[in-house]
């Protein structure tokens, strides 16, 4: 049966691997969440061309994968902690506007469990459910004539047998947003050091370094918490038309400061919350370094450049900052 079908959802998990009811609903392009069970084969020789098949071991291994969205006008906020780390809501302004402001932090403890109702050649929908749910990575990414798009990247503890599912497992209830738009290039405006900037295509992109293989020699433990063991890595790249060397001079600098610059990037809806705010979603690098990029010919076309580089943290402001302003009173708590 069609795709289409599909529905996802998440709750937030207060002990890592326990599942809990689904309380936030999104309706995503595509996902391909799988769970991994190793066969550990003994090595040992036993006299035969072919090994034995009653020598080795099922290891379930988790499960890991990668679901796309586009964030919409209402309920993305949701995400930020899970995402980042840290995610503060401020309001109201203008009576009906919310920010929920998403910043690098601590992600111990923060995970979800994930359900995404997947339908049979019947069109029966089947609850498969991930517990231990935590974001490895995230990429922002938009292109003319598209929607904003965001891949989130997911390790779980454990995926579950949908076909006996009970209590938390069993298929929830789907609960679409309304009242929500799309965000698109059309609201889209992309500065950097101050200055507007047409893009053709942009991606923001972030590993959180977390170490999603923490097994031990424990039966009864199963796998622990991934935690971050390593320095997480923003990367930014972006198209734009061959007008001037502005960017080159960036990547080609002998000095540190001239080498960086501020980079915002900001989607907004299409029709107004209050009186003059209209819902957005605001990304802001503070200090973009930029370490390759410059037009090359391609053929007899206009020419292009592309420029990529990473976010850098300053000593003082958050390496990167997502504010998502909408309607939404209150979101999935850290």
Known sequence: MSGSLTQFGIGKETVYGTAVPLTKWYEVISEDFTGTYERTQAEALSAAFVDRADRFAIFNKGAKGTVELEPLTKGFGSWLAYMMGTMVTTGPTETVVYTHTGTIGNLFDKMLTVQVGRSDESGTLRPWTYEGGKVTEYEFSNSVDETLRCSIGMDFEKEYNPDAPAGNYVLGTNVP?????????????????????????????????????????????????????????????????????????????????????????????????????????????????????????????????????????????SAMTVAYQSADVTVLPN
């Open 177 to 317: 947003v309304t009242g929500a738009e799309v965000l698109s290039a059309a609201g889209g405006v992309i500065t950097i050091g101050g200055t507007s900037v047409e893009i053709d295509d942009l991606s923001i992109k972030v590993d959180n370094a977390l170490n999603v293989d923490r097994y031990y020699i424990n039966q009864a433990q199963g796998k622990k918490q991934p935690i971050q063991d390593g320095k997480r890595e923003i990367e930014f790249s972006f198209k734009t038309s061959y007008v001037d060397n502005t960017f080159w001079e960036k990547v080609s600098s002998a000095t540190i400061a001239g080498s960086y610059a501020q980079v915002v990037a900001t989607w907004s809806g299409l029709t107004l919350l209050g009186s003059t705010i209209y819902p957005n979603l605001k990304i802001t690098i503070p200090v973009a370094r930029f370490d390759e990029g410059g037009p090359t010919v391609e053929g007899p076309g206009m020419l292009e450049q592309t420029f990529s580089g990473k976010g850098l943290y300053d000593g003082t402001l």
